[in-house]
């Protein structure tokens, strides 16, 4: 396939055509390469320089208003931008890929692109295909789908969209455009929800003495359950989980089934990753003026994402403290120097570790798992706290996690 990116960021389209992802992912960029090398692929801002496409994929970000229900304006001008063109070319569907409510493609997406004068199902295709993309694993789960959920105005749009995955190994489920949307959406919840219980069960487990990955492997050997998102610690971040479950939480009011348990999830998540300062000061009871050594930045390794990361709420509480912090992230340290422009950026993991007082670890990147005792020579204190089982007890002495 000959595939255009637009996108109205000129920085953005300057980086795709010359060979730059804007974000990060492993492998991501030699992809990208090579789809350019082979003419495949290319970035625009003006989507008018296109003469002709068989489909149009809508992937504008959606983020949360205040009041927790999403901010639809890109989706707005997007569709606005493609009504216009495809006021003067052939059929072609529209795919929308973007996180969106229940009732949006239908109720927001379709007048828009009906005010070209064409007609949904006669002169354009309509689906929505909801992405089930893990970040830092984007290409991964985008080849090797669980499943292709596609939801059509009608048979055309849909038979279309399902030759276009004809390669794909995956069950392909046809549905009707409101009910694609609302799997995403549940799909999502239900895994936020999975990491909050977890979490729930791993604070007790800490009081107990017991270690909540022995009970989460117990429990993920029962296949009803399933060993995936059972990995207990500071809760869950990233782009997509606090603002899908707030979401479906405002559309559960404005459909008046309010829903009490992803309300309940969004307070529990809010308040975990403060456990770990929590710990840290039962350890050092004075934080006033201590340098701590922060490993890990980004809200999950494999990325540079630290969108709604644990890591922020962490760093402000120690600041608060007037903590001197010596950060630490293989990948993500530039997204947050935006934020945090005073806090000190550190090379290397020895580097962070050097004269610190404590280290909290809150990301779980490969490096850090190959931590001995002996990388940890270097702090005035040896007081290792984890929000995220990394270290190795063959390795590592002295240790605790914030969960185990």
């Known amino acids: 396939h000959d595939v255009v990116c637009v996108d109205i960021d000129h920085e953005k389209v300057r980086k795709i055509n010359n060979g730059e992802t804007p974000i990060y992912e492993d492998g991501l960029e030699g992809m990208l390469s090579q789809a ?19 489909f149009i994929f809508v992937a504008v970000g959606t983020p949360s208003k205040d009041n927790g229900s999403i901010d639809l304006k890109y989706i707005e001008a997007a569709s606005a931008d493609i009504a216009n063109f495809i006021k003067s070319r052939t059929y072609c569907t529209v795919v929308v890929k973007s996180t969106v409510l229940p009732e949006t493609t239908e109720k927001v997406v379709l ?14 295709g309509l689906c929505m295909n909801p992405e089930f993309l893990r970040e830092g694993k984007a290409l991964e789960d985008f080849f090797n789908p669980d499943r292709i959920v596609i939801g059509g105005i009608d ?20 549905t009707d455009l409101k009910t694609a949307e609302f799997i ?98 039962k ?10 050594a922060v490993l890990g930045l980004a809200f999950k390794e494999g990325t540079d994402d630290i969108r709604d990361a644990p890591s922020i709420i962490i760093i402000s509480e120690l600041l608060k403290h007037n903590c001197k ?29 050097s004269g610190s007082d404590a280290c909290i670890i809150l990301t779980g990147w490969d490096e850090l798992k190959k931590l001995s005792d002996k990388d940890f020579n270097n ?22 996690g914030v969960c185990w």
Do not use: W
């Open 36 to 54: 350019l090398q082979k003419n495949k692929l290319h970035a625009t801002t003006d989507i008018d320089s296109i003469k002709e496409t068989d």
């Open 111 to 124: 007048p828009v692109l009906e005010k070209s004068g064409k007609k949904a199902g006669e002169d354009f």
């Open 155 to 174: 048979a055309k749009s849909g038979d279309s969209l399902e030759k276009l995955y004809s390669d794909f190994k995956a069950p392909i489920m046809r």
């Open 184 to 281: 995403k959406y549940a799909s999502n919840a239900f895994l936020a929800t999975k990491i909050t219980f977890i979490n729930e069960i791993g604070n007790m487990c800490k009081n107990l003495g017991i270690d909540v990955y022995d009970v989460a492997e117990g429990m993920g050997l029962d296949k009803r359950i399933g060993k995936h998102f059972l990995h207990a610690g500071i809760g869950f971040g990233g782009s997509c989980f606090r603002k899908d479950v707030e979401a479906l939480l405002a559309k559960s009011k404005e459909v008046k089934s309010v829903s009490k348990i992803l309300s309940v999830v969004l307070d529990i998540n809010k308040d975990q990753p403060l456990k770990i300062v929590h710990l840290l000061k």
């Open 283 to 292: 350890r050092l009871p004075d934080l006033e003026g201590k340098t701590i």
């Open 325 to 353: 912090i010596n950060s630490y992230d293989p990948k993500a340290s530039n997204n947050m120097r935006k934020l945090y422009p005073d806090i000190n950026y550190c090379g290397s993991v020895s580097d962070a570790l």
């Open 379 to 400: 702090m005035n204190n040896k007081i290792i706290i984890e929000g995220r089982k990394v270290l190795s007890k063959d390795l590592v002495t002295g240790f605790e």
